[in-house]
């Protein structure tokens, strides 16, 4: 799959479009293609989290079902957009980024 669309710039290769992709392959229906995106998602940020210790193991799993129901409606709200429709703006992560270097403690030097 890589070698036949790489050179044709028709897939980008980014993971919400391969996993969409993967699913559709193997027969699930986008409801549960989406569902099981945002909770790998949820997952990953949630583990993050507990690596940098601001959440311990257990509090993460008591955080995971907490969100449960938020998750949810998030799901109805957003399921089944267009690509066209997809955007992130987050103004204050940028600026904040943009201030790594002078971090006295930095997690990764660059």
């Given at each position: 799959?890589?070698?036949?669309?790489?050179?044709?710039?028709?897939?980008?290769?980014?993971?919400?479009?391969?996993?969409?992709?993967?699913?559709?392959?193997?027969?699930?229906?986008?409801?549960?293609?989406?569902?099981?995106?945002?909770?790998?998602?949820?997952?990953?940020?949630?583990?993050?989290?507990?690596?940098?210790?601001?959440?311990?193991?257990?509090?993460?799993?008591?955080?995971?079902?907490q969100i449960v129901l938020l998750a949810e409606a998030i799901?109805?709200?957003?399921?089944?957009?267009?690509?066209?429709?997809?955007?992130?703006?987050?103004?204050?992560?940028?600026?904040?980024?943009?201030?790594?270097?002078?971090?006295?403690?930095?997690?990764?030097?660059?």
């Open positions: 799959m890589r070698d036949t669309f790489l050179g044709s710039g028709v897939v980008s290769f980014h993971h919400a479009p391969i996993f969409g992709l993967i699913c559709g392959l193997l027969g699930l229906d986008s409801r549960t293609s989406q569902r099981a995106y945002l909770f790998i998602t949820m997952r990953d940020v949630i583990s993050a989290a507990t690596r940098l210790n601001l959440v311990g193991p257990m509090g993460a799993a008591v955080l995971q079902h799901l109805e709200k957003w399921m089944d957009r267009n690509a066209e429709e997809a955007c992130q703006t987050i103004p204050l992560l940028d600026t904040v980024q943009g201030c790594h270097g002078y971090l006295f403690s930095r997690m990764f030097c660059s």
